[in-house]
Antibody
Framework: EVQLLESGGGWVQPGGSLRLSCAASGFSFRDYAMYWVRQAPGKGLEFVSA????????HYRDSVNGRFTISRDDSKNTVSLQMSGLREEDTAVYYC??????????????WGQGTLVSVSS | QSALTQPASVSGFPGQSITISCTGTSSDIGNHNLVSWYQQHPGKAPKLLIFEVTDRPFAIPSRFSGSKSGTTASLTISGLQADDEADYFCSSFSPPHNVVFGGGTRVTVL
């Protein structure tokens, strides 16, 4: 059974930093691209960042580019999101998500339970 | 990275069929068959219903089906059931390596 377990969320003041981590199990982690998708309270889903398999190439939405850094450790089956310069508009539940295809299908077949990031003064 | 356009709400009676549209552009939906659909119940993580426009994961019933025409994708739910009351989101590959989501559609079973 695929499991994705996020950790690291919490409250932070604007301009602060947080590091989210996701522990994966139940599949061949190194073979799949991984993503972070967020959902602000009462709002829709929003792509945040992706990291490819093998080459581990990172990708970001424009509004977080330069502030967030995604990384993966295939030896530990973990993917992380280092967030700095946090803004109130970054407040959301952050989901760790697995790509559904080893060839990178850009669809998400398994989701974590989510971790809440709250940015406010 | 503009969001795909979905209707805010759709409703139907038990047993009926409903269709949710998802409109994008020639850069995303119109140029790729990488459209997927997700169901989200309150307080829960989204669940994959449809991928690559028409394909269903093994555990998803055939009542859920997807299609695409031009820059608009659609999700049809046949034989509407009470448990289908949820939020539904579409998504599409958006070059160079991003994913764009729709704003979501609230389905109400009357």
């Amino acid at each position: 059974e695929v499991q994705l377990l996020e950790s690291g969320g919490g409250w932070v003041q604007p301009g602060g930093s947080l590091r989210l981590s996701c522990a994966a199990s139940g599949f061949s982690f190194r073979d799949y691209a991984m993503y972070w998708v967020r959902q602000a309270p009462g709002k829709g889903l929003e792509f945040v960042s992706a990291i490819t398999n093998y080459g581990a190439t990172p990708h970001y939405r424009d509004s977080v580019n330069g502030r967030f850094t995604i990384s993966r450790d295939d030896s530990k089956n973990t993917v992380s999101l280092q967030m700095s310069g946090l803004r109130e508009e970054d407040t959301a539940v952050y989901y760790c998500v697995k790509d559904g295809n080893t060839l990178t299908g850009f669809y998400f077949d398994n989701w974590g339970q989510g971790t809440l990031v709250s940015v406010s003064s | 990275q503009s969001a795909l356009t979905q209707p805010a709400s759709v409703s139907g009676f038990p047993g009926q069929s409903i269709t949710i549209s998802c409109t994008g552009t020639s850069s995303d939906i119109g140029n790729h068959n990488l459209v997927s659909w997700y169901q989200q119940h309150p307080g829960k993580a989204p669940k994959l219903l449809i991928f690559e426009v028409t394909d269903r994961p093994f555990a998803i019933p055939s009542r859920f089906s997807g299609s695409k025409s031009g820059t608009t994708a659609s999700l049809t739910i046949s034989g509407l059931q009470a448990d289908d009351e949820a939020d539904y989101f579409c998504s599409s590959f958006s070059p160079p390596h991003n994913v764009v989501f729709g704003g979501g559609t609230r389905v109400t079973v009357l």
